[in-house]
């Protein structure tokens, strides 16, 4: 396990991590919710190794998938809170928020992959820009899980 928060290998693993011990039961919209999830992680450890290689191909192809992922997930995560019994207002806006910051997230790192991908040089300012778009869906993912802990702890 790579945590280190400055390579692209340590956000996969923040969100590989969080939702490795994920009950996950197809059958319930949380269990969806946590299956899409480690998709992500596993998308994202897919990105990690296509920089690591300059397969540009692998980088954009799992960026798509990422933002193909975070669209369901947005629309999982709205029928969490809407079928939710919890009054806690400020815990569904919470997992509705992390939701839509990861989407967001992702489609910055679509456009950023295929800059990267379209780019002769190694340019450390897209390098960065990468990460950082990296770490804030690894972040996102994160506390969306803790979001939808804590709603289903509030019924």
Known sequence: LNSDPESLQGAASIVVYASKYLQIDDSTLKGQLYRLFQQVGAEMNSIAAGAQSNN???MI?????ISSLSSNIVSLATQIIQQS???DKHCKNELISFAQAAHNYSIQLKILSAVKAASSDNDPARE???LSCCTGLAN?????????EILELKK
Do not use: D, F, G
Request: glycine share 0%.
């Open 85 to 87: 019994p919890s009054k």
């Open 140 to 148: 996102s993912i994160h506390e969306a899980i803790n979001s939808t």
């Open 128 to 130: 960065s820009q990468l």
């Open 56 to 58: 540009k191909i692998q």
């Open 61 to 65: 192809q799992s960026a798509k998938n």
